[in-house]
C-alpha cells in the first residue's frame, strides 16, 4: 500500500492525492482523447453515449450520493435541458456556445424553484415527489404542442461552434471530443464541489440534519441547491442527448429513464464519480454486449438469433438485485477491494471494509 | 448580563411537560451544570436552545439577543455550538471533513467561487484546515484524521463530537453527557479537556452529565432538574446534599442513585 507523506495542507485540498494518481488519470485522459483514432466510427458512437450517461449520472449523483435526496425524476431535466437547448437555438436564433449553458441555467433553476416545496420530504414521498414531476414534464411537451411539437417532436440542428461542425453522423469523432469535453469539464466541478464547503454541507445534510443545521447549515437551502446544481448538469446531459439522438419528443425522457439514471448510478457506486462513470459504462455498453453474446451463443448452438423483448431490463434488473444484495457499494465498491486485495497481497484480509454496526438512533435527538 | 439566559421557558410533548418553567441563567467564562434523573428534560433544554422546539412560553437570550428570532441554523452562527447524547456525526465522512463542516460558520465563499474553486476558496481551505489542526492537537485525534466514522469506536466518536463543536470556535459550547459509555481514563479526560476549554480557549460550557465525580470535578454552578421543573441550583456539594434531590433521584426515578455520593 501506497504511504502518502503530505507535506502541506494543499496535499488534501489538490486534485490528486499523490504523483502517481495523476499520472494515471492524466493517461486516463490522453487514452480517451485518441480513442477516435482506435476506434470505427460505430464504437466511438457508443463511447460518447456512455460518456453523455455518465455526465448525467454525474448530476444525479450529487443529489443522491452527496446530499442523500431521492430523485426518480431528473429525466424531467434531462427534457428541459434537451427542449431549452434546441428551442433558444431554432427559436431565438442563439449559437449553441450560449444556448447549452444557458439550458443548464435554465434546467438548475427549474429543478432548485421545483426543489424547494419539496425540502421538507423525505424518503420515499421525495421519491414519488419527484417521479410526479417526471409524468408532469411529460404532460406539460404534449401540451405546450406550439412551442415543443408535441409528440412529433424536434429535430436537433447541428451544432454549430465558430464555424466548426459538430456531428454526430458527419462528423462523429468532433462529437465525441465535444461530450469529452463537457465530461471533463463536469468532472472537474464535481471534485471542486467535493473540496469545498459546499460539498460538506451536501454530505452533512445527507449523515444528519439535526447535526448540520447545528454546525449552522441551513438545510432547505443546501437541498435546494444541490438539486439546482444537480438538475443543471443533467439538463447539459439532455441538451447532448438531444444533439447526439437527432430526433426527440416527450417519449425520449420518459420515466424509464429516471428510473434507469438511479439504477445506473446505485449499480455504479454510490457517492463517487467513479460510480457515475461505472454505471454509464454498464448502461451505454449493455445491449452492445447483448446483442455480442447473443451472436456468440447462436453461431455456438446455430440457428438463427431470436430477439427477446426486455431483455436488456430483465438484465438490468438482475444486476441491481444482485449488487443490493452483495455490493451495496456498487462496482466501484468491488474495485476499491479488488485493487486493496493487490496493493496488500498476501495480507488483504476478508472483513477489510466490513463497517462497524452503527449504534441504533431510536433515541435519537434525546 | 449573564451569556446565556433560560426565561420562564415551558415545552410540553403532548400530555408531559418536558420543560416546566424553568429559568436560569449561565455566566459568561463558567461551567454550568443541569443534572438530573432519566426524563428531567435536561437534553429538551439543550433542543430549545438549539431551536429544534419552540417553546410554548418564556424566552432564551443569548448575549441579550432572543434566540428565539432566530432559525436553527443560526444558532452556530451566532457562538453556539452542541453535541447531541446519541452523537450524531457525519458517518460517510472522515474526521477531519467532520471537524470542517464545524467550519461552516466561517465560510467566506459563495457556491459559485467553490464550483469554480477559485484561490480564495483555496486560500479560505488553508485557514480552515489550520484551525481544525488546532482541535486534532488538543483533542489528540492525529491517528483518526483521515477514518471514516463509521468505523470508529464509541469513545472516539465522542470526542470527534466534541472537537467538531470546538472546531466552529464557539463562545458557548453545550455538551450533552460528555462521558457516557466513556471509560474512567477516557472521562479523565474530558474533564481535563473541559478544565482546558474554559481556561485557556475562554469557552463557556453548559454541560448535562450523570457522573457527578466529574460534575463535582468541573463544574461553578450546579442546576438539578426533575420532572421539567427545577429543584435545586448551586455548587455541585450543595446540590448533591439538597434534600429535594436526593428524593427525586431515591423516589421518582426508575434509574436509582447513581454516583451520587
Ligand atoms: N421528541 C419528543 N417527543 C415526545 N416526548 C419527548 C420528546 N423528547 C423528549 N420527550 C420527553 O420529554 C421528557 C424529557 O426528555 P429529555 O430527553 O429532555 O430527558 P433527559 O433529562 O435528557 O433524560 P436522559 O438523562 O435520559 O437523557 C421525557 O419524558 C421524554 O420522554
Ligand atoms: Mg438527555
Same mark, same amino acid.
Not at chain 1, 444533439?243 to 438511479?262: V, W
Not at chain 1, 430483465?314 to 468491488?334: S, V
Given at each position: 500500500m501506497r504511504t502518502v507523506f503530505k507535506t502541506s495542507y494543499d496535499a488534501d485540498i489538490n486534485y490528486f492525492r499523490h504523483g502517481a494518481q495523476a499520472t494515471w488519470y492524466m493517461l486516463l485522459l490522453a487514452i480517451a482523447l485518441i480513442l477516435p483514432f482506435l476506434m470505427g466510427t460505430f464504437w466511438i458512437g457508443e463511447m460518447t453515449n456512455m460518456l453523455i450517461w455518465a455526465i448525467a449520472g454525474m448530476g444525479l449523483m450529487i443529489l443522491v450520493g452527496q446530499t442523500g435526496q431521492a430523485s426518480l425524476g431528473h429525466a424531467a431535466f434531462l427534457a428541459i435541458g434537451c427542449y431549452a437547448n434546441v428551442l433558444l437555438q431554432l427559436k431565438l436564433g442563439l449559437p449553441f456556445l450560449l444556448s447549452f449553458p444557458l439550458a443548464g441555467v435554465i434546467a438548475g433553476l427549474a429543478g432548485a424553484l421545483i426543489a424547494m416545496p419539496m425540502t421538507k420530504l423525505h424518503g420515499i414521498y421525495l421519491a414519488i415527489g419527484t417521479l410526479a414531476i417526471s409524468i408532469l414534464t411529460d404532460d406539460l411537451i404534449v401540451i405546450a404542442e406550439p412551442l415543443t411539437n408535441g409528440v412529433v417532436g424536434l429535430f436537433a440542428p447541428t451544432i454549430d461552434i465558430l464555424g466548426l461542425q459538430f456531428d454526430r453522423y458527419a462528423t462523429p469523432d468532433r462529437f465525441y471530443?465535444?461530450?469529452?469535453?463537457?465530461?471533463?469539464? #463536469?468532472?472537474? #466541478?464535481?471534485?471542486?464541489?467535493?473540496?469545498?464547503?459546499?460539498?460538506?454541507?451536501?454530505?452533512?445534510?445527507?449523515?444528519?440534519? &439535526?447535526?448540520?443545521?447545528?454546525?449552522?447549515?441551513? &438545510?432547505?437551502?443546501?437541498?435546494?441547491?444541490?438539486?439546482?446544481?444537480?438538475?443543471?448538469?443533467?439538463?447539459?446531459?439532455?441538451?447532448?442527448?438531444?444533439?447526439?439522438?437527432?430526433?426527440?419528443?416527450?417519449?425520449?425522457?420518459?420515466?424509464?429513464?429516471?428510473?434507469?439514471?438511479?439504477?445506473?448510478?446505485?449499480?455504479?457506486?454510490?457517492?463517487?464519480?467513479?460510480?457515475?462513470?461505472?454505471?454509464?459504462? &454498464?448502461?451505454?455498453?449493455?445491449p452492445q454486449?447483448?446483442?455480442?453474446?447473443?451472436?456468440?451463443?447462436?453461431?455456438?448452438?446455430?440457428?438463427?438469433? #431470436?430477439?427477446?423483448?426486455?431483455?436488456?431490463?430483465?438484465?438490468?434488473?438482475?444486476?441491481?438485485?444482485?449488487?443490493?444484495?452483495?455490493?451495496?457499494?456498487?462496482?466501484?465498491?468491488?474495485?476499491?477491494?479488488?485493487?486493496?486485495?493487490?496493493?496488500?497481497?498476501?495480507?488483504?484480509?476478508?472483513?477489510?471494509?466490513?463497517?462497524?454496526?452503527?449504534?441504533?438512533?431510536?433515541?435519537?435527538?434525546? | 448580563m449573564s451569556l446565556l439566559e433560560i426565561d420562564n421557558v415551558t415545552l410540553r410533548f403532548g400530555g408531559v411537560v418536558a420543560v416546566n418553567q424553568v429559568?436560569? %441563567?449561565?455566566?459568561?467564562?463558567?461551567?454550568?451544570?443541569? #443534572?438530573?434523573?432519566?426524563?428531567?428534560?435536561?437534553?429538551?433544554?439543550?433542543?430549545?436552545?438549539?431551536?429544534?422546539?419552540?417553546? &410554548?412560553?418564556?424566552?432564551?437570550?443569548?448575549?441579550?439577543? %432572543?434566540?428565539?428570532?432566530? +432559525?436553527?441554523?443560526?444558532?452556530?452562527?451566532?457562538?453556539?455550538?452542541?453535541?447531541?447524547?446519541?452523537?450524531?456525526?457525519?458517518?460517510?465522512?472522515?474526521?477531519?471533513?467532520?471537524?470542517?463542516?464545524?467550519?461552516?460558520?466561517?465560510?467566506?465563499?459563495?457556491?459559485? %467561487?467553490?464550483?469554480?474553486?477559485?484561490?480564495?476558496?483555496?486560500?479560505?481551505?488553508?485557514?480552515?484546515?489550520?484551525?481544525?489542526?488546532?482541535?486534532?492537537?488538543?483533542?489528540?485525534?492525529?491517528?483518526?484524521?483521515?477514518?471514516?466514522?463509521?468505523?470508529l469506536p464509541y469513545g472516539v466518536r465522542k470526542v470527534v463530537e466534541m472537537g467538531r463543536a470546538l472546531a466552529?470556535? +464557539?463562545?458557548?459550547?453545550?455538551?450533552?453527557?460528555?462521558?457516557?459509555?466513556? %471509560?474512567?481514563e477516557e472521562t479523565q479526560d474530558v474533564a481535563f479537556w473541559i478544565e482546558d476549554i474554559k481556561k485557556q480557549m475562554g469557552v463557556t460550557v453548559l454541560m448535562v452529565e450523570h457522573d457527578m465525580h466529574l460534575v463535582s470535578a468541573v463544574s461553578d454552578r450546579v442546576l438539578a432538574l426533575a420532572d421539567g421543573k427545577v429543584l435545586s441550583l448551586g455548587t455541585a456539594q450543595e446540590v448533591q446534599n439538597d434534600p429535594k434531590v436526593i428524593e427525586a433521584y431515591i423516589g421518582g426515578s426508575d434509574e436509582p442513585e447513581r454516583e451520587v455520593a
Open positions: 471530443w465535444m461530450v469529452l469535453f463537457v465530461a471533463v469539464a #463536469v468532472v472537474l #466541478v464535481y471534485r471542486n464541489i467535493l473540496r469545498s464547503p459546499l460539498g460538506r454541507a451536501f454530505a452533512a445534510v445527507r449523515d444528519s440534519e &439535526v447535526s448540520a443545521q447545528a454546525m449552522g447549515v441551513n &438545510v432547505a437551502r443546501t437541498k435546494a441547491l444541490s438539486f439546482g446544481i444537480s438538475t443543471a448538469i443533467t439538463g447539459l446531459a439532455g441538451a447532448l442527448m438531444g444533439h447526439f439522438a437527432g430526433i426527440f419528443n416527450n417519449e425520449t425522457f420518459n420515466i424509464i429513464i429516471s428510473i434507469q439514471l438511479l439504477l445506473m448510478i446505485v449499480i455504479g457506486g454510490l457517492g463517487s464519480i467513479h460510480g457515475a462513470f461505472f454505471g454509464a459504462i &454498464v448502461v451505454a455498453l449493455l454486449a447483448i446483442a455480442i453474446s447473443r451472436d456468440l451463443i447462436s453461431g455456438f448452438v446455430g440457428g438463427g438469433t #431470436v430477439a427477446i423483448p426486455g431483455l436488456e431490463s430483465a438484465i438490468f434488473g438482475a444486476m441491481l438485485i444482485g449488487f443490493i444484495l452483495f455490493e451495496p457499494m456498487g462496482i466501484y465498491g468491488r474495485w476499491l477491494k479488488i485493487r486493496t486485495y493487490f496493493e496488500l497481497f498476501p495480507f488483504y484480509r476478508k472483513d477489510m471494509f466490513r463497517r462497524q454496526k452503527s449504534y441504533l438512533k431510536t433515541e435519537r435527538m434525546r | 429559568s436560569f %441563567s449561565v455566566e459568561e467564562g463558567e461551567v454550568f451544570a443541569l #443534572v438530573g434523573p432519566n426524563g428531567a428534560g435536561k437534553s429538551t433544554v439543550f433542543n430549545l436552545i438549539s431551536r429544534i422546539y419552540e417553546p &410554548v412560553e418564556g424566552d432564551i437570550r443569548f448575549d441579550g439577543d %432572543s434566540l428565539l428570532r432566530h +432559525p436553527p441554523h443560526d444558532i452556530a452562527k451566532l457562538g453556539i455550538a452542541r453535541t447531541f447524547q446519541n452523537i450524531e456525526l457525519f458517518e460517510q465522512a472522515t474526521v477531519l471533513q467532520n471537524l470542517l463542516v464545524g467550519r461552516h460558520r466561517h465560510r467566506k465563499s459563495n457556491f459559485i %467561487s467553490e464550483l469554480l474553486f477559485t484561490p480564495s476558496v483555496r486560500e479560505g481551505e488553508r485557514r480552515h484546515r489550520a484551525a481544525v489542526e488546532k482541535v486534532i492537537d488538543f483533542l489528540d485525534l492525529q491517528a483518526y484524521r483521515d477514518k471514516y466514522i463509521a468505523g466552529i470556535e +464557539p463562545r458557548l459550547l453545550l455538551l450533552d453527557e460528555p462521558a457516557s459509555g466513556l %471509560s474512567v
